[in-house]
């Protein structure tokens, strides 16, 4: 099983999921790493036991755990099921390439289209970027972390964040490498274009 995220809030999602016990939250000695200000320093532990039991359990954070909706102290959790702490959502999924879909995780930053797109360049070439987005996507494709992006831009990490969360979910992907593979597409498409 893994877990698997929304958009960029961790560069340790998606996850497996190995019989173990891991701790969320947004300190970087967790084992899992979620960088949102929703987010305490040791929020949840998602324990997986060697029958493949996955238990999620609060740690005493300040905006809770939610799991498929209901605030709770310690749940199972199964394949499908949405675990959401503070305001990120992630789901146990089979593979790590399922994207929570916006009626999966009721948020209100998923952009909706005009008129569905007929294929993925198309749907690419609707993805519209504002200059700073435009100038953090170039980082990310030149190599550089979100940290280090917020240092090159004069912005804060959690500004960056949020900027990266934004384009991975105008984008749909769940991953640094999607998001790569769909903006040089993207690029790609634009300058033939402009031919």
Known sequence: MWLVSMGAVSDDLPFQLKSGSYVLGRSSKCDIVLRDSSITR???????????????????????VFVNDELVESAIVTQGDR?????????????PQQPLQKAECE???????PCPPQNEQEENAQVRLTA????????????YRQDRIAEIRGISF??????IREMYVAFKVTNLAEFLAK??????ARREKGK
């Open 183 to 188: 903006y040089h597409a993207l690029k790609a």
């Open 107 to 113: 948020c209100d930053e998923v952009p909706t289209l």
């Open 83 to 95: 675990i959401r702490l503070g305001t990120i959502t992630c789901r146990i999924a089979a593979r």
């Open 158 to 163: 959690h500004t960056a964040h949020n900027h």
């Open 42 to 64: 040791r929020h949840a532990r998602i324990v997986v036991r060697r029958d493949g039991t996955i238990e999620v359990t609060d740690l005493g954070s300040r905006n809770g």
């Open 132 to 143: 700073k987005k435009q100038a953090i996507a170039e980082l990310l494709a030149k190599g």
